[in-house]
């Protein structure tokens, strides 16, 4: 018998405080201080659109390297307006294929390559998110869950999230069995 569960647990909201800094600390600290123009780069799920909805306060892009023709051309026009700005691509600037004009103006910018999460962070992080849940995981299970699948930090919380759900609706206990279980129904190992 499956339990029902409700979704109650709110979401958590993208803030500054709960981003994994990792060794992003210098870029964490420009964020704060509130810095006028900012370009932050790197691959999916490293956490620029985190960091993007933790600042709303500036005119935030994501997405640059994506815009189109027209897009590029009110991007440039923001850059000749006074107020903050908060970019963020999959690119370094020089890489971006935008106009000339809009490249070199978001190389002005004050630029940070998001450096990935290390193992030991991630693990860190996916403890403190169960710990959070009121989870009870044991370590081998965070240790099988970086080993054993995907490595992206969403792919973790994803995983960790149903495996949470899981444990709930069938009642029970979290355990490594049970996460290659899960693992294996999802085609990630």
Known sequence: MTQLLLDIQPKPIPTLDNFIVGTNSELLA???????????????????????????????????????EEEQVVLFRLFNQEGSLLLAGDQPPARLSLREDLRTRIAQCLVFEIRPLSDEDKLNALRHHAKMRAMQVSEPVFRYMLI??????????????????????????????????????????
């Open 148 to 189: 054993h699948g995907r490595r992206d930090w969403p792919s973790l919380m994803g995983l960790l999230n149903h495996l949470d759900q899981i444990s709930l609706e069938q009642h029970r206990v979290i355990t490594l069995p049970l996460l290659k279980e899960i693992m294996h129904e999802s085609g990630s190992v």
């Open 30 to 68: 420009a964020l704060r201080q509130d810095k006028k123009r900012v370009y932050v780069w790197g691959p999916t799920g490293c956490g620029k659109t985190h960091l993007l909805m933790a600042t709303v306060r500036d005119a935030v892009v994501d997405d640059v390297h994506r815009l189109t």
